[in-house]
């Protein structure tokens, strides 16, 4: 699964699910990017190597939070509100280290698991078109919400007690006020989600809504939280407040990774190989002209500097080779994926960048790249450089039961953003002036230079191919829009 979009005026972002069945001893996936750059960008090998694409690219691998509806957020054999129950019993009862962890663990996970059942809810709700359906869904929303606080929030008397440090305590009320904020927050989405509908009981349901909002507005100026948005104000405190909460709660999710080059140990050979031939040569020749010439001569001491010149330049001309040759059989960089939590291994990612030719990629790319004219005129016209970024990412799926034993994960998120600012800096003044006229006068009119940057991307797994061609819309101030065009089933390549 591909999506990709604009995260903000310079970065675009690649997010990709690797799912997996946990059974599998290995789950493999590979993603490529092709990036058709107009020529007159001065993007080439030169102004542009693969250490500045490696800066301008930003990865994070999570987990992906575990689907469960709404309903079952806090009911139901094994739901994740008893699972917290139980880890506020143990702390309580014996507050050891792993208590302790298992408690805060069980706090953020509990966050991801209702921001997404909400989520999901209301996305739901938006693929409804039965107004019956659409009724009972609401009032579902509204009463599940409430229980769901009203039972977390009559936890905290269970660690109100002096066997607990404070600590504790304050982490539950951080997670209490970030469960809080989420509610206003997704309360406002159901709200517009609604409103775009045109509803005939739009009233009642905004009526609904806005009391619970309400309620939980009330709730956190009595535990002197940062309570709602002030208006004629930048609202900075309460945006970094709640950006530093949701980091908090999804660290729980997110995957560490060690990045290393490729192939260190199959370069130093190479070298050592060419350092060897070249010494091989000089000594040869050292040893040829002392036989035939004599130790102490003229022609010797010539020949031993020239010898000396040569077998440099060998040793750097048989290195360069090499190291061309060598570079098809490993790729830039491989990256260690470990847990968060327990830091254990469970998977691995190798990266590749480079700049290509049109002959050298595949026939159905090609193929994608030329289905519109205006493309195939850029290319005979201003010419375009066509930059290939590939990764490859194995998947350990049974080490995950090691991770979470009382969560079902089925995949990882993989979220790559790409920072294109450094594409804008040859870009033209994009305000321009044209001229318009009814017939019997004329006048100016403004305009826009653009530049459109063209992408290709192939997500591939063991039983899946996606293909998305789109075109990034970018003038000197940064993105535009983001134009995605259809990909012709066969094109797609079948594995």
Avoid at 280 to 305: D, E, H, K, P
Wanted: proline fraction near 3%.
């Amino acid at each position: 699964m591909l999506d990709i979009r604009i995260h903000d005026k310079y970065q675009v972002e690649f997010k990709t699910h690797y799912r997996f069945d946990q059974k599998q001893k290995h789950s493999s996936h590979e993603m490529e990017i092709y990036m058709f750059v107009p020529k007159n960008l001065d993007v080439n090998t030169t102004t542009y190597p693969s250490y500045l694409f490696y800066r301008d690219i930003q990865t994070y691998l999570r987990f992906e939070t575990p689907r469960i509806a709404l309903q079952h957020v806090a009911k139901g054999k094994q739901n994740p509100y008893k699972k917290l129950y139980d880890s506020f019993k143990k702390l309580a009862s014996r507050p050891t280290v792993r208590n302790i962890r298992k408690y805060e663990n069980q706090l953020k996970m509990f966050c991801c698991v209702y921001r997404k059942a909400m989520s999901g809810h209301i996305t739901f709700i938006a693929e409804t078109s039965d107004h019956d359906d659409i009724d009972m869904l609401v009032d579902n929303f509204h009463q599940l919400t409430i229980d769901i606080l009203e039972k977390v929030r009559a936890l905290r008397e269970i660690i109100v007690i002096p066997t607990i440090d404070e600590e504790m305590l304050d982490k539950y009320l951080l997670i209490d006020e970030y469960l809080s904020l989420v509610t206003d927050q997704y309360c406002y989405r159901l709200l517009e989600t609604l409103k775009k509908r045109g509803l005939p009981k739009w009233d009642d349901y905004k009526c609904l809504l806005l009391q619970l909002v309400s309620s939980e507005i009330d709730y956190r100026q009595s535990k002197d939280y940062i309570s709602e948005p002030k208006k004629n104000d930048n609202n900075e405190n309460l945006i970094y407040r709640m950006s530093t909460l949701r980091s908090y709660t999804e660290s729980i999710l997110f995957l560490g990774v060690s990045s290393e080059p490729e192939g260190r140990l199959a370069q130093q050979m190479v070298f050592g190989f060419a350092a060897g031939l070249a010494m091989l040569w000089a000594t040869s020749i050292a040893m040829y002209v002392q036989y035939r010439y004599g130790l102490f001569t003229m022609t010797f001491f010539i020949t031993l500097v020239i010898s000396y010149i040569f077998k440099d330049r060998i040793k750097e001309g048989v290195r360069d080779y090499l190291s061309s040759k060598l570079v098809r059989f490993f790729y830039d960089q491989k990256t260690q994926i470990t847990s968060g939590v327990s830091k254990s291994n469970i998977g691995n990612t190798r990266e590749n960048f480079n700049f290509t030719k049109s002959k050298s990629i595949d026939e159905d790319i090609k193929a994608l790249r030329n289905r519109d004219q205006i493309s195939q005129i850029r290319k005979y016209s201003v010419g375009e450089v066509i930059l290939h970024y590939r990764k490859k990412v194995k998947i350990f799926p049974k080490r995950f039961e090691q991770v979470f034993k009382a969560f079902n994960i089925q995949g990882v998120t993989d979220i790559t953003r790409l920072n294109v600012s450094r594409f804008t800096k040859k870009m033209d003044n994009p305000k321009r002036q044209l001229f318009t006229t009814d017939g019997e006068n004329y006048c100016r009119t403004s305009a826009r230079k653009v530049y459109n940057i063209d992408f290709i991307v192939r997500y591939s797994s063991t039983d899946e191919v996606t293909v998305k061609r789109f075109r990034l819309v970018m003038d000197r101030g940064g993105a535009r829009r983001l134009e995605e065009s259809p990909v012709p089933e066969e094109l797609l390549v079948v594995p």
